[in-house]
């Protein structure tokens, strides 16, 4: 069991060591480059009275979640997250589930809000809605995804936040601390400024 135990964070260590994160064009970013570009673009936005937006299924609307409440408690910025158990059953219901994240996004998201789309496989079909519906409603899209290296959720982001593994887990653990990362970059910046 100890083996399987080394292993587990042998490969947690490989994937974060391997992250990726490219811009809207396909721009390659250092990882910390990409921390302060997201920062800078948080910062920017927030003080023009915009708000953070995040969505997500299963673990990642946990994330969503956390980092929605973390980023408005410890970040001080206007932030929310589509994951109501109301919101997504009465929008699931009226429309199907993969409008879950694109009818909030429609109804709430103002010019220049930004989303932060949480997906472990980049796949899911109500993410890709919901960043299309940001589009057109102006907004700025910060994707996470993981799995295979051609998900298209890599391409869809101002900031694309990639990790190279094929298992949830990693990725899971990682896009939750690449989300920490930006915040606590954030905060103690603000610090460092104050």
């Given amino acids: 069991m100890q083996r399987m135990v080394e292993e587990y964070f042998g490969n ?32 920017k936005q927030s003080q023009a009275g915009k708000r953070l937006m995040f969505i997500g299924n299963g673990a990642s609307a946990s994330i969503a979640s956390h980092m ?12 929310t997250a589509f994951n109501d158990g109301a919101l997504l ?16 996004i429609e109804f709430l998201a103002d010019p220049g809000d930004i989303l932060f789309a949480i997906s472990s496989s980049g796949n899911s079909e109500n993410i ?28 869809k982001g101002d900031l694309n936040f990639y990790v190279p593994f094929p298992g949830y887990g990693p990725v899971e653990v990682l896009h939750h601390a690449i989300c920490h990362c930006i915040l606590d970059t954030m905060i103690m910046n603000q610090q460092a400024d104050g």
């Fill in 68 to 79: 929605a409440t973390d980023f408005t408690k410890a970040g001080g910025k206007r932030a």
């Fill in 12 to 43: 947690l260590k490989k994937a974060m060591d391997g992250i990726r994160v490219t811009g809207q064009n396909g721009e390659a970013y250092s990882f910390p480059d990409g921390v302060v570009a997201a920062v800078e673009l948080i910062n």
């Fill in 89 to 104: 059953t009465c929008i699931g219901n009226d429309f199907g589930y993969e409008y879950v994240f694109q009818k909030p």
């Fill in 128 to 155: 890709h809605n919901g960043i299309k519906a940001a589009r057109e409603r102006g907004c700025h899209v910060v994707t996470f995804s993981g799995f295979k290296e051609e998900n298209p959720l890599r391409s």
